[in-house]
């Protein structure tokens, strides 16, 4: 009897909550399952906080629900528009998402894109190829177009250590400024005589099935497949994953670095083109002198929120363009500056930016002594 009341544990002690202390510690790994809750719960903050301050500038918090939702995905035109417009979104998401994973920060969409445009209207302007296949020779040119123009920035960040922010953003500006050249001088339209290419012929247009933007749309869903067997499926995305971890540590484990930056840049390169394709021959059907505005930064944050992730990345563009429909509306019927639009885009960006660190640290109780 007096042996087990000497074993009797000691009562615990009431310790008051303030009291208690806390350390900030780096987590090992988060389930993929709790990291997409903690993602959406980021991104129905940046919401909240965005509905209130269209609530504050005039719109009615009856009708958010309306013209976000109602008014854009279940109306059968905006629904159009919310897809002809996140075609080429998801392709400049794609193409900054496999850039990043090579730890390549590519600025140059923009700049790619208006070259892939310059390629498939020179292919139209000169008549290129049979008409039966002027179509498909416009995209593949286009693709071809893009990926030269970032091979410029990988090789001057592989060879000569080039900072690949400054190089690929600067081109962007020569690449606007030949454009506008262009545009101005030899390819003027000269029916019309304003700074845009002569319209392109019906059979250098994207047919039209399930609605204008039915070949964008799949052209967009096959490359994010391929894009995603070649990040999760193919030897060069096991590759990427090491070069993304640590590029020193992967280069001495035998793993071809500058190759597979090489490669990633490339793919990029030739996805931007082929968005400007997009554009180009599905959207305006010629070159026009401002098609490219806005992507290059769309492609960043689309490849940001998805974490450089294809098939993610292709959810987030069609959230992206819903936002940008449903922004237009609020424009017309609100009198919305087009920066408000902007400004939730920024916000989102930051709640989501936030949640990562929620994702990679964690708070632990220390136990008294």
């Excluded at 996140?86 to 794609?94: R, S």
């Excluded at 101005?184 to 039209?208: M, N, V």
């Excluded at 399930?210 to 391929?226: I, Q, R």
């Excluded at 819903?322 to 017309?332: H, M, N, P, W």
Aim: hydrophobic letters at 60%; glycine letters at 8%.
């Amino acid at each position: 009897m007096t042996e087990s009341v000497l074993a009797a544990p000691a009562p615990r002690r009431f310790e008051p909550l303030a009291s208690r202390r806390y350390t900030l510690e780096i987590r090992q790994q988060m389930p993929w399952q709790q990291q997409a809750l903690v993602l959406a719960l980021a991104v129905l903050v940046g919401l909240a906080i965005s509905g209130a301050i269209l609530v504050a500038a005039g719109v009615p918090a009856g009708e958010l629900f309306q013209e976000f939702i109602v008014a854009t995905v279940f109306d059968a035109q905006s629904l159009q528009a919310v897809l002809f417009q996140a075609a080429p979104m998801i392709m400049v998401g794609l193409a900054a998402s496999i850039a990043f994973r090579a730890r390549f920060w590519n600025l140059g969409l923009e700049g790619q894109m208006v070259w892939g445009a310059i390629g498939a209207t020179a292919v139209s302007i000169f008549e290129v190829g049979p008409p039966a296949l002027r179509l498909p020779l416009m995209m593949a040119v286009a693709a071809g177009c893009g990926l030269l123009w970032a091979w410029g920035p990988a090789l001057l960040k592989l060879r000569l250590g080039v900072n690949e922010i400054i190089a690929t953003l600067m081109l962007n500006y020569v690449a606007g400024n030949f454009l506008l050249h262009l545009l101005y001088g030899a390819w003027k339209d000269p029916q019309s005589s304003f700074p845009h290419s002569p319209q392109f012929q019906a059979f250098e247009r994207l047919p039209e099935f399930f609605g204008p933007s039915g070949a964008a749309v799949a052209l967009a869903l096959l490359a994010m497949v391929l894009a995603w067997w070649f990040v999760n499926a193919s030897r060069a995305g096991l590759y990427l994953r090491f070069v993304h971890a640590n590029p020193t540590m992967a280069g001495a484990a035998g793993v071809p670095v500058a190759r597979m930056v090489l490669a990633a840049v490339l793919v990029s390169g030739a996805l931007a083109g082929i968005a400007g394709f997009l554009v180009a021959a599905g959207q305006e059907g010629r070159l026009t002198q401002a098609f490219h505005h806005g992507y290059g930064f769309s492609g960043i944050l689309i490849a940001f929120l998805a974490r450089n992730h294809p098939v993610a990345a292709t959810v987030v563009a069609v959230l992206i363009a819903l936002l940008f429909v449903a922004g237009r509306s609020l424009q017309v019927f609100y009198q919305i500056p087009f920066a408000m639009v902007q400004l939730i885009q920024a916000i989102v960006v930051i709640s989501v930016a936030s949640s990562d660190f929620f994702i990679r640290h964690r708070l632990r109780r220390i136990l008294p002594s």
